[in-house]
C-alpha cells in the first residue's frame, strides 16, 4: 500500500491546482498539512500553471493498494 499526501489550493485567478507528495510522516494532522500549505503560498515556494497561488485549500491522504492478479 502506498500512501501521498495531496495538497489543493487556488491561484489568484481562481483556478485549482494540486501538488502531491509520496510517502508522507506518519501521524500528519490536518493542522500539520495547513502550516505547510500556508508556508507554500506566503512564501511564493511554488507557482500555479497560469498565476501565483492564492490560498491554501485542503489536504488529503491517498492510500493506494496494488493486489497482483494471479
Do not use: W, Y
Amino acid at each position: 500500500m502506498s500512501k501521498s499526501l495531496r495538497l489543493e489550493f487556488e491561484d489568484q485567478e481562481e483556478n485549482k491546482a494540486t501538488i502531491t507528495i509520496t510517502d508522507p510522516k506518519d501521524g500528519l494532522t490536518k493542522a500539520d498539512a495547513k502550516e505547510f500549505g500556508d508556508f507554500l503560498v506566503s512564501n511564493s515556494i511554488v507557482r500555479g500553471k497560469k498565476a501565483k497561488l492564492n490560498k491554501f485549500d485542503k489536504a488529503f491522504i491517498v492510500t493506494r493498494t496494488e493486489v497482483e492478479l494471479v
